[in-house]
């Protein structure tokens, strides 16, 4: 059983910074998985974030993010984090941990095979 427990949500003011933890009870795809980070803000489509394969380590990023967010595992604890700085107000969302086999066509959420139950995060001006 497959499952994604995402945590460090909560509310900041622009410019701060969170971290976030998504922790999965295995790896899928063992190291070729491909663990993402999703957001879906009211009204909007839920937008890929970040990503990285478990087995290279390689990232990825969406245009809005670069330079802000990092991603970053712990292959130990089955555990990926998102480091998120210098937070925006459009930053703010519901954040979800996704799963699957293989980073490409990465930001296509249907290929995406596990989710977690997402954590919010409130960016306030």
């Known amino acids: 059983q497959v499952q994604l427990v995402e945590s460090g949500g909560g509310s900041v003011q622009a410019g701060g910074s969170l971290r976030l933890s998504c922790a999965a009870s295995?790896?899928?795809?063992?190291?070729?998985?491909?663990m993402a980070w999703f957001r879906q803000a009211p009204g909007k489509e839920r937008e890929g974030v970040a990503a990285?394969?478990?087995?290279?380590?390689?990232?990825y990023f969406a245009d809005s993010v670069k330079g802000r967010f990092t991603i970053s595992q712990d292959n130990a604890k089955n555990t990926v984090y998102l480091q998120m700085n210098s937070l925006k107000p459009e930053d703010t969302a519901i954040y979800y941990c996704?799963?699957?086999?293989?980073?490409?066509?990465?930001?296509?959420?249907?290929?995406?095979?596990?989710w977690g139950q997402g954590t919010q995060v409130t960016i306030s001006s």
């Open positions: 295995i790896y899928p795809y063992s190291s070729s998985t491909c």
């Open positions: 996704a799963a699957r086999k293989w980073c490409f066509d990465i930001w296509n959420r249907a290929e995406y095979n596990y």
């Open positions: 990285i394969a478990t087995g290279s380590g390689s990232t």
